[in-house]
Every structure is written in C-alpha cells, then in structure tokens.
C-alpha cells in the first residue's frame, strides 16, 4: 500500500507554535486550528501539574483519528512494528509458535527450517527461561518480544520436557523467520487445496509455487481447485492481486481485477496482466464471516468474472483501503484513503462478498460463537456502503449424509464445508466427462 513519509508529531507542534506567533486568517479551518492552539496553550499553562507535551499531542491526534472511521488509528512504534512484520511476513527470532498451557508458556510447535528446530526443541516444551527471565506470568506478547532481535544475536531458552529428568538449556542465534502465509495439499487425486491465512508480501510467489505443486502433483491434470479464505482478516492490496491474476486475463475486456476510489491520487484500477495464466478447471473459493479486505477482493473478482464459485456463508465487508503515513520516532498514522470495488462495480463496504452457494459450517472452526456472525458493519464508526447492491440470495445446497461424498480424509470428515466444496468438484468434473 502506499507510503508517505511525514513527521506528523514534530509538524503538529511547530504548527502550533507558528499559529501561536502568528496572525489566524477568516479561513474556516483556521479558526479550528485556532481553537487547537487556545487550548494547548492553556492546558501547557494552567493545568494543577506540568503536563508531558509528547502526550499531549499523541492525545490530539488520537481524538483526531477517534471521529473518523474504525481502522484509522494511530500507530506508537510497537504496534507499527508488528503490522510490518505481520505484513513482510519476516523478522529476526528462533522460530517458535508459542501457547500457554496449563498457565505455562508451551511451544505449540517449532517452526521448520529455523535455529529452534534445528536444535531440537518439540511441542509441549515448557519455556522455563528466557535468557536469565523466569517465564511465569510472562505473557506471549512478552515472551516474543524477548525471543524476538537481530539476526546473528543469541539467546538461551531453558526448557522443561516431560521425560527429562532435568532442565534442557538451548543457546540459539537468532536468524531472519520468514512465516509461510498459506499451506497447500491434494484433497483427492487431481483436486488441490490452498488455504490462505493472510496477504503478505510473498503471498503471491507462495500461491504460484503452490499451484506449481499441486500441478505437478495431477500429473499436469488439475480437475478442481479450493481456496480457502475462511478466516482470513486480509492484508496487502497486491498481493491479492497477484492470486486472481493467476486465472482472469486472456479476455482483454475482463481484465480489472479491483479498482479503488478515494480523493485524488488515491483512485486506481488494477488490472489483469498478459501471460500464461492457469488452465480453466473449476474453482471454490471458501469464505465465511472471518474473510475480509483482501480476501473479499479475490473472492469478489473471481466471482464476478465467473471463473470460480464462491461457497460458504457472507463475508465480513471491510471494502476500505488503508495508507500508511510513518512519522517521527518510529510511529505512523494507519489512515482510510479509499473504498474497494469488485469488477462489477459492487462495493464490498458493510456489505461483504454474499457467497453464491450458501453452506453452513455444521462442525464449528475453532471460533467463538459470537465472533461468527460479527461484521464491519457492526464497528463503531464504520463507513456506510455505496456502489451496486449484491446479487441475489444465495442457493443452499441440498443436505447430504455426514458421511457422504468420496473423500477420506480426517480434516474432509471434520470440515463439513471443504467437503461440501470438494464434492461439487467432483460433480463437475463428472458432468463434464458425461459431456454435459
């Protein structure tokens, strides 16, 4: 998304400091900025204590941000830092996906390839220590913080293991982690599976070489493909173009995979790109209420070009674009420049993608029941929708037996959806050799 660079904090305050010295013009906005520096100056001045300046203004622009919409904020240095990483999908650790358990900070599971596998630490490892920290009561947001630096810096992790009479100590350097933003597999011969957790940077790579594989893996012969967004909050604009760029564009009067609408420079078409795109075999892409922004984007293109059927229940309608604007000392402004809209013109704001096969998912996902049906039109603040209305209704597929359809795997079994959108592969595939 873009980028500008501003020193909103440090202006702030020189803008105050030049109004202050400075005659106001009959401008209405200069009476407002007026007002801004009335009652700085009399909080600087007259308040029972000195009050910090730093947050003071911090205040100003969180009050600012506060009467806009919901995903404008802004961002101290931390949590700046931990959407860049969320998003580059990288940074600089020993790789370890961390839970508690039994109120004790528990490896879920060392990432592959990383200097906490290669050392050997396991699931169900118990961190006692971190350095010379003892972890009790140390939260995860903590306990990653500390694991967390510079690529080539150690850190000693003490671990309690069942079976061990005695504590493990581990001396790992650290080394750059890049996390893996989707997982792929064959549910059956010849029909593949892409799950996508979230847009990151190399999303788009990722999702190419997983088709690759999966290709490979039919013979060259892919009969049907799932994409699951289910729970995906979205991510980078770019990379969900790269995905639906994979299937649309032979057609050169189909070729906009989004456009987006706001003031000025913040108003674009992406469209599709000339060359090899995959063969035209059927397409489910899964959605559900956790499916947002940038997975509405590829579920709504994909849909609207008629190149996948979209299955599950209606997505969660975040169609608002967010830039990021970093200010000094490490800390950005996240602010709403723009509106999403599908190719056809619909706008997934408040609205969301309404999935053209209504499915519900019978065996829950691990998600608390409130969250599920919880949308971006139910936050406060949250921008009204505009742009052409959704189509009709979608149709529920007729009930099957539990253990129905062709597939044996365990995950198929225990997710009633995917096995839904895998049978209707499967069916066209079958219609399609009968020659209908």
Not at 167 to 196: C, E, M, T, W
Not at 366 to 389: H, T
Not at 390 to 395: K, M
């Amino acid at each position: 998304f873009a980028v500008f660079l501003v020193t909103a904090v440090a202006a702030c305050i020189a803008l105050i400091l030049y109004l202050r010295w400075r005659p106001i013009d009959t401008h209405p906005d200069s009476t407002y900025l007026l007002l801004l520096q009335e009652a700085y100056a009399a909080v600087l001045e007259n308040y029972v204590e000195k009050p910090d300046s730093k947050k003071l203004v911090q205040s100003m622009v969180d009050g600012m941000l506060a009467t806009l919409d919901p995903h404008s904020a802004y961002l101290p240095p931390e949590p700046y830092h931990e959407m860049e990483v969320q998003m580059t999908g990288a940074f600089g650790g020993v790789g370890i996906e961390l839970g508690v358990k039994d109120d004790k900070l528990t490896v879920i599971a060392p990432i592959e390839d990383t200097p906490a596998f290669r050392a050997g630490i396991q699931s169900n490892d118990h961190i006692w220590k971190i350095d010379n920290s003892l972890t009790r009561g140390m939260n995860i947001s903590a306990a990653v913080k500390r694991m967390r630096g510079e690529k080539g810096k150690a850190v000693t992790l003490t671990i309690l293991r069942n079976g061990s009479p005695k504590p493990l100590v581990f001396n790992l350097i650290r080394d750059i982690i890049k996390l893996k933003s989707l997982k792929s597999r064959q549910l059956a011969q010849g029909y593949g599976f892409i799950r996508i957790s979230q847009f990151q940077e190399q999303t788009g790579p990722e999702f190419k070489q997983a088709l690759h594989d999966l290709n490979s893996a039919a013979g060259g012969r892919m009969k049907g493909l799932v994409i699951d967004l289910r729970y995906n909050p979205g991510g980078l604009l770019e990379s969900s173009v790269e995905v639906v760029n994979c299937f649309i564009g032979d057609d050169i009067n189909k070729t906009e995979i989004v456009s987006i609408k706001g003031r000025g420079e913040h108003s674009r078409v992406y469209n599709a790109t000339l060359g090899e795109k995959e063969p035209h075999y059927p397409i489910v892409v899964l959605i559900n209420g956790g499916s947002a922004s940038a997975s509405e984007i590829v579920a709504g293109a994909l849909q609207d070009h008629k190149r996948a059927i979209v299955m599950g229940k209606q997505s969660f309608g975040k169609g608002s674009v967010q830039s990021v604007f970093p200010m000094k000392g490490d800390a950005a402004l996240k602010l709403t420049t723009a509106l999403y809209y599908t190719p056809n013109g619909r706008s997934i704001q408040a609205k969301g993608i309404v999935p053209d096969v209504d499915v519900p998912n019978i065996v829950p996902l691990p998600v608390k029941e409130k969250e599920k049906d919880f949308k971006e039109k139910d936050l406060e603040r949250s921008l009204a929708s505009d742009g052409k209305p959704e189509p009709s209704q979608p149709r529920p597929l007729p009930p099957v037996s539990p253990h129905g359809g062709a597939a044996r795997d365990t995950d198929l079994q225990k997710d009633y959806q995917l096995r839904r959108a895998l049978e209707l592969l499967q069916s066209l595939g079958m219609l399609k050799e009968k020659g209908f």
